[in-house]
């Protein structure tokens, strides 16, 4: 079992910056496929960012490339999400998401096994 805890969330201004963290505990395999996800109210959770956990392949939604950065800390097990520019519309809960195994990154949520509790980001206008 792999347990996942966001951190990070609060209430920001729109355009503002925040960083989420996503510390990983409890897995064994160093082969790590990382998704973050959101969720606003009344909509579908839909796929933000990924990584590789062994190695530097990212992907991105079209509505933040360019605006957040994903990115990790092996030592801590932890995967980040900088998130800068920051819209009303990115509001949300934000939620981590792995899959064991050294797979291409996936946008799909049946794909990711373990999921964290999320943490809320609020984007005031």
């Known amino acids: 079992q792999v347990q996942l805890v966001e951190s990070g969330g609060g209430l920001v201004q729109a355009g503002g910056s925040l960083r989420l963290s996503c510390a990983a505990s409890?897995?064994?395999?160093?082969?790590?496929?990382m998704g973050w996800f959101r969720q606003a109210p009344g909509k579908e959770r839909e796929f933000v960012a990924g990584?590789?956990?062994?190695?530097?392949?990212?992907s991105y939604a079209d509505s933040v490339k360019g605006r957040f950065i994903i990115s990790r800390d092996n030592a801590r097990n932890t995967v980040y999400l900088q998130m800068n520019s920051l819209k009303p519309e990115d509001a949300a809960v934000y939620y981590c998401?792995?899959?064991?195994?050294?797979?291409?990154?996936?946008?799909?949520?049946?794909?990711?096994?373990?999921w964290g509790q999320g943490t809320q980001v609020t984007v005031s206008s």
């Open positions: 409890g897995r064994t395999s160093s082969s790590y496929v």
């Open positions: 990584m590789k956990w062994s190695g530097y392949t990212t």
């Open positions: 998401a792995a899959r064991l195994g050294d797979y291409t990154i996936s946008k799909f949520r049946t794909f990711y096994s373990y």
